[in-house]
Protein backbone atom coordinates (compact mmCIF):
# COMPACT_ATOMS: atom_id res chain seq x y z
CA UNK A 1 0.00 0.00 0.00
CA UNK A 2 1.52 3.62 -1.14
CA UNK A 3 0.76 5.86 1.82
CA UNK A 4 1.78 10.08 0.82
CA UNK A 5 2.58 12.29 3.98
CA UNK A 6 1.14 15.51 4.48
CA UNK A 7 3.86 16.99 6.97
CA UNK A 8 7.56 16.61 7.34
CA UNK A 9 7.55 16.64 11.26
CA UNK A 10 7.29 14.73 14.48
CA UNK A 11 4.30 12.29 13.34
CA UNK A 12 5.35 12.06 9.54
CA UNK A 13 8.98 10.58 11.10
CA UNK A 14 7.46 7.98 13.16
CA UNK A 15 5.00 6.97 10.54
CA UNK A 16 7.46 6.61 7.93
CA UNK A 17 9.29 4.82 10.56
CA UNK A 18 6.43 2.78 11.23
CA UNK A 19 6.23 2.16 7.22
CA UNK A 20 9.96 0.87 6.74
CA UNK A 21 9.02 -1.74 9.19
CA UNK A 22 6.36 -2.96 7.31
CA UNK A 23 8.02 -3.64 4.34
CA UNK A 24 5.79 -4.00 0.98
CA UNK A 25 2.88 -3.76 2.94
CA UNK A 26 2.64 -0.15 3.93
CA UNK A 27 5.60 1.96 1.65
CA UNK A 28 6.14 5.71 2.43
CA UNK A 29 6.34 7.23 -1.19
CA UNK A 30 6.82 10.64 -1.10
CA UNK A 31 5.74 13.89 1.59
CA UNK A 32 4.09 17.54 0.51
CA UNK A 33 6.46 19.90 2.78
CA UNK A 34 6.99 23.74 2.74
CA UNK A 35 9.67 25.61 1.39
CA UNK A 36 11.44 25.19 5.81
CA UNK A 37 11.00 21.49 5.05
CA UNK A 38 14.59 20.97 3.30
CA UNK A 39 15.91 17.56 4.37
CA UNK A 40 13.32 14.64 4.32
CA UNK A 41 12.18 12.94 7.92
CA UNK A 42 12.30 9.64 6.03
CA UNK A 43 13.67 8.00 3.43
CA UNK A 44 11.09 9.51 0.75
CA UNK A 45 11.28 12.62 -1.35
CA UNK A 46 9.81 15.78 -0.37
CA UNK A 47 7.47 17.57 -2.95
CA UNK A 48 6.18 21.15 -3.51
CA UNK A 49 2.49 20.62 -4.69
CA UNK A 50 -0.02 18.30 -4.27
CA UNK A 51 -0.09 17.15 -8.08
CA UNK A 52 3.82 16.38 -7.44
CA UNK A 53 2.70 14.12 -4.51
CA UNK A 54 -0.27 12.71 -6.06
CA UNK A 55 2.25 11.97 -9.24
CA UNK A 56 3.16 9.07 -7.25
CA UNK A 57 -0.52 7.40 -6.92
CA UNK A 58 -0.81 6.79 -3.60
CA UNK A 59 -3.19 4.48 -2.04
CA UNK A 60 -3.64 6.81 1.33
CA UNK A 61 -2.20 10.28 1.77
CA UNK A 62 -2.05 11.15 5.73
CA UNK A 63 -2.27 14.87 6.59
CA UNK A 64 0.55 15.40 9.61
CA UNK A 65 0.83 19.02 9.04
CA UNK A 66 -1.52 21.55 10.06
CA UNK A 67 -5.21 22.85 9.79
CA UNK A 68 -3.89 25.05 6.75
CA UNK A 69 -3.20 21.68 5.21
CA UNK A 70 -6.68 20.18 5.43
CA UNK A 71 -8.06 24.02 3.94
CA UNK A 72 -5.67 23.31 0.92
CA UNK A 73 -5.64 20.08 0.37
CA UNK A 74 -8.30 17.52 1.68
CA UNK A 75 -10.73 18.56 -1.08
CA UNK A 76 -8.38 17.66 -3.77
CA UNK A 77 -7.16 14.51 -2.76
CA UNK A 78 -10.70 13.47 -2.13
CA UNK A 79 -11.68 14.61 -5.54
CA UNK A 80 -8.74 12.31 -6.71
CA UNK A 81 -10.65 9.71 -5.35
CA UNK A 82 -7.98 8.63 -2.62
CA UNK A 83 -8.24 7.94 1.10
CA UNK A 84 -7.52 10.70 3.44
CA UNK A 85 -6.29 10.23 6.98
CA UNK A 86 -6.87 13.85 8.83
CA UNK A 87 -4.75 14.11 12.21
CA UNK A 88 -5.53 17.73 12.51
CA UNK A 89 -9.06 17.30 13.75
CA UNK A 90 -9.23 20.82 15.22
CA UNK A 91 -9.53 21.91 11.63
CA UNK A 92 -12.80 20.66 11.38
CA UNK A 93 -14.23 22.54 13.82
CA UNK A 94 -14.45 25.14 11.30
CA UNK A 95 -18.00 24.56 10.05
CA UNK A 96 -17.47 25.79 6.73
CA UNK A 97 -14.26 23.85 6.20
CA UNK A 98 -16.18 20.62 7.25
CA UNK A 99 -19.09 20.97 4.96
CA UNK A 100 -16.62 21.11 2.05
CA UNK A 101 -14.53 18.52 3.47
CA UNK A 102 -17.88 15.91 3.72
CA UNK A 103 -19.29 17.40 0.58
CA UNK A 104 -16.25 15.75 -0.86
CA UNK A 105 -16.30 12.86 0.95
CA UNK A 106 -19.84 11.85 -0.12
CA UNK A 107 -18.82 12.47 -3.86
CA UNK A 108 -15.49 10.35 -4.02
CA UNK A 109 -15.09 6.95 -4.21
CA UNK A 110 -12.31 7.78 -1.22
CA UNK A 111 -13.07 7.53 2.55
CA UNK A 112 -11.87 10.74 5.51
CA UNK A 113 -10.59 8.74 8.11
CA UNK A 114 -10.14 10.43 11.37
CA UNK A 115 -7.87 8.52 13.89
CA UNK A 116 -8.21 8.71 17.60
CA UNK A 117 -4.78 10.89 17.66
CA UNK A 118 -3.98 11.70 21.40
CA UNK A 119 -7.43 10.95 23.13
CA UNK A 120 -8.25 7.45 24.31
CA UNK A 121 -11.99 5.66 23.88
CA UNK A 122 -13.13 6.99 20.58
CA UNK A 123 -13.95 3.30 19.37
CA UNK A 124 -15.95 3.46 22.70
CA UNK A 125 -17.61 6.87 22.36
CA UNK A 126 -18.78 6.00 18.71
CA UNK A 127 -20.33 2.75 19.41
CA UNK A 128 -21.40 4.83 22.62
CA UNK A 129 -23.49 7.23 20.18
CA UNK A 130 -25.40 4.25 18.49
CA UNK A 131 -27.41 3.78 21.50
CA UNK A 132 -27.68 7.66 22.47
CA UNK A 133 -25.09 9.98 24.77
CA UNK A 134 -26.57 12.27 27.22
CA UNK A 135 -23.44 14.13 28.19
CA UNK A 136 -19.65 13.91 26.97
CA UNK A 137 -16.88 16.24 28.68
CA UNK A 138 -13.30 16.53 27.92
CA UNK A 139 -11.18 17.85 30.45
CA UNK A 140 -7.53 18.85 29.59
CA UNK A 141 -4.55 19.43 31.83
CA UNK A 142 -0.92 20.34 30.50
CA UNK A 143 1.81 22.49 32.32
CA UNK A 144 1.47 26.01 32.77
CA UNK A 145 4.52 26.23 29.93
CA UNK A 146 2.52 23.93 28.03
CA UNK A 147 -0.35 26.87 26.53
CA UNK A 148 2.73 29.79 25.87
CA UNK A 149 1.67 31.35 22.79
CA UNK A 150 -1.54 30.51 23.16
CA UNK A 151 -4.41 33.08 23.47
CA UNK A 152 -4.02 31.83 27.21
CA UNK A 153 -1.04 34.02 27.44
CA UNK A 154 -3.52 36.77 26.91
CA UNK A 155 -5.79 35.98 30.07
CA UNK A 156 -3.54 34.34 32.83
CA UNK A 157 0.32 34.88 34.29
CA UNK A 158 1.24 31.12 33.26
CA UNK A 159 4.91 31.81 34.87
CA UNK A 160 2.93 32.57 37.76
CA UNK A 161 0.37 29.65 38.39
CA UNK A 162 1.04 27.57 41.44
CA UNK A 163 -2.11 25.75 41.42
CA UNK A 164 -4.32 23.59 38.73
CA UNK A 165 -6.01 26.98 36.44
CA UNK A 166 -8.84 26.56 34.38
CA UNK A 167 -7.65 28.68 31.09
CA UNK A 168 -10.81 28.20 28.85
CA UNK A 169 -14.12 26.10 29.57
CA UNK A 170 -16.89 26.22 27.03
CA UNK A 171 -17.83 23.66 24.15
CA UNK A 172 -15.57 22.25 21.88
CA UNK A 173 -16.34 24.40 18.78
CA UNK A 174 -15.42 27.15 21.13
CA UNK A 175 -11.97 25.19 22.31
CA UNK A 176 -11.14 23.96 19.01
CA UNK A 177 -11.19 27.27 17.24
CA UNK A 178 -9.69 29.31 19.93
CA UNK A 179 -6.93 27.00 20.87
CA UNK A 180 -6.33 25.26 17.25
CA UNK A 181 -2.69 23.93 18.36
CA UNK A 182 -3.83 22.26 21.22
CA UNK A 183 -7.53 21.30 20.63
CA UNK A 184 -7.37 18.30 18.18
CA UNK A 185 -8.49 16.52 21.00
CA UNK A 186 -11.58 18.39 21.82
CA UNK A 187 -12.49 18.13 18.43
CA UNK A 188 -11.94 14.25 17.95
CA UNK A 189 -14.73 13.71 20.72
CA UNK A 190 -16.69 16.05 19.01
CA UNK A 191 -16.51 14.05 15.91
CA UNK A 192 -16.87 10.73 17.57
CA UNK A 193 -19.55 11.59 20.13
CA UNK A 194 -22.07 14.65 20.45
CA UNK A 195 -20.88 17.53 18.46
CA UNK A 196 -18.85 20.23 18.58
CA UNK A 197 -22.07 22.31 20.49
CA UNK A 198 -22.78 19.60 23.19
CA UNK A 199 -19.32 18.32 23.83
CA UNK A 200 -17.94 20.56 27.13
CA UNK A 201 -14.07 21.44 27.14
CA UNK A 202 -12.29 22.70 30.05
CA UNK A 203 -8.70 23.17 29.34
CA UNK A 204 -6.36 23.28 32.37
CA UNK A 205 -2.99 24.74 33.20
CA UNK A 206 -1.96 22.60 35.81
CA UNK A 207 1.54 22.48 37.37
CA UNK A 208 1.26 19.36 38.83
CA UNK A 209 1.55 17.45 35.56
CA UNK A 210 4.53 16.43 33.53
CA UNK A 211 2.38 15.32 30.73
CA UNK A 212 -0.82 15.96 28.70
CA UNK A 213 -3.72 14.48 30.85
CA UNK A 214 -7.31 14.15 28.62
CA UNK A 215 -10.12 13.03 30.94
CA UNK A 216 -13.00 11.76 29.18
CA UNK A 217 -15.78 11.32 30.47
CA UNK A 218 -19.06 10.13 28.98
CA UNK A 219 -22.74 8.95 29.81
CA UNK A 220 -25.90 7.61 27.93
CA UNK A 221 -27.81 4.49 27.22
CA UNK A 222 -24.65 2.33 27.73
CA UNK A 223 -24.10 3.36 30.97
CA UNK A 224 -21.06 5.72 31.67
CA UNK A 225 -17.58 5.70 31.48
CA UNK A 226 -14.09 7.70 32.57
CA UNK A 227 -11.05 7.49 30.22
CA UNK A 228 -8.05 9.25 31.40
CA UNK A 229 -4.62 8.82 29.20
CA UNK A 230 -1.14 10.53 30.68
CA UNK A 231 0.22 11.23 27.38
CA UNK A 232 4.19 11.12 26.93
CA UNK A 233 5.03 13.45 24.40
CA UNK A 234 6.22 12.51 21.05
CA UNK A 235 10.18 12.08 20.58
CA UNK A 236 10.63 14.93 18.19
CA UNK A 237 8.25 17.57 19.11
CA UNK A 238 7.44 18.26 23.01
CA UNK A 239 3.97 19.71 21.77
CA UNK A 240 2.63 16.08 20.43
CA UNK A 241 1.93 13.36 22.27
CA UNK A 242 3.49 10.13 21.23
CA UNK A 243 0.16 8.53 20.77
CA UNK A 244 -1.13 10.57 17.95
CA UNK A 245 1.42 8.89 15.71
CA UNK A 246 0.32 5.42 17.30
CA UNK A 247 -3.03 5.90 16.63
CA UNK A 248 -1.99 6.57 12.36
CA UNK A 249 0.23 3.73 12.86
CA UNK A 250 -2.43 1.86 14.04
CA UNK A 251 -4.67 3.20 11.65
CA UNK A 252 -2.13 1.98 8.86
CA UNK A 253 -1.87 -1.44 10.21
CA UNK A 254 -5.27 -1.76 9.86
CA UNK A 255 -5.60 -0.61 6.75
CA UNK A 256 -2.74 -3.47 5.62
CA UNK A 257 -4.06 -6.30 7.51
CA UNK A 258 -6.47 -9.33 7.23
CA UNK A 259 -7.68 -8.90 10.53
CA UNK A 260 -8.60 -5.01 11.61
CA UNK A 261 -8.65 -4.74 15.88
N1 LIG B 1 -5.50 14.48 16.57
C1 LIG B 1 -4.61 14.63 17.54
O1 LIG B 1 -4.81 14.19 18.67
C2 LIG B 1 -3.33 15.37 17.25
C3 LIG B 1 -2.28 15.30 18.19
C4 LIG B 1 -1.08 15.95 17.88
C5 LIG B 1 -0.94 16.68 16.70
N2 LIG B 1 -2.00 16.73 15.83
C6 LIG B 1 -1.89 17.50 14.56
O2 LIG B 1 -0.82 16.96 13.82
C7 LIG B 1 -0.10 18.02 13.21
C8 LIG B 1 1.33 17.58 12.97
O3 LIG B 1 1.98 17.34 14.22
P1 LIG B 1 3.58 17.27 14.29
O4 LIG B 1 3.92 17.05 15.73
O5 LIG B 1 4.09 16.33 13.27
O6 LIG B 1 3.95 18.77 13.89
P2 LIG B 1 5.38 19.33 13.42
O7 LIG B 1 5.32 20.79 13.68
O8 LIG B 1 6.48 18.51 13.97
O9 LIG B 1 5.35 19.08 11.82
C9 LIG B 1 4.43 19.71 10.96
C10 LIG B 1 4.94 19.57 9.54
O10 LIG B 1 3.94 19.99 8.61
C11 LIG B 1 4.49 20.94 7.71
N3 LIG B 1 3.39 21.81 7.26
C12 LIG B 1 2.72 22.72 7.98
N4 LIG B 1 1.76 23.29 7.23
C13 LIG B 1 1.84 22.72 6.01
C14 LIG B 1 1.12 22.87 4.79
N5 LIG B 1 0.12 23.75 4.67
N6 LIG B 1 1.48 22.12 3.71
C15 LIG B 1 2.49 21.21 3.81
N7 LIG B 1 3.20 21.02 4.95
C16 LIG B 1 2.87 21.76 6.03
C17 LIG B 1 5.57 21.64 8.50
O11 LIG B 1 6.49 22.31 7.66
C18 LIG B 1 6.17 20.45 9.26
O12 LIG B 1 7.05 19.71 8.42
C19 LIG B 1 -0.26 19.20 14.18
O13 LIG B 1 -0.21 20.43 13.48
C20 LIG B 1 -1.62 18.98 14.78
O14 LIG B 1 -2.60 19.73 14.05
C21 LIG B 1 -3.17 16.10 16.09
Known amino acids: MKIA ?22 NAVAALGLPSDVRSVGNHPIVRSLPELLAFRPDLVVECAGHSAVAAYAAPILDAGIDLVIVSTGS ?15 RSKGQVKLPAGALPGIDALSAAKLAGLASV ?31 FSGNARAA ?15 LAGLGFEATTVTLVADP ?14 FGAMTLEIKGNPSPDNPKTSHMAALSIMRLLENEASAIII
Not at 176 to 186: I, S
Not at 208 to 221: F, K, S
Open 5 to 26: LIGNGAIAKLVAEFCATRGDRL
Open 92 to 106: LADAALWDTVRAAAA
Open 137 to 167: TLRSSKPPKAWKGTPAEKTHDLDAIIEPTVI
Open 176 to 190: ALTFPKNANVAATAA
Open 208 to 221: GVTQNVHRLEAAGA
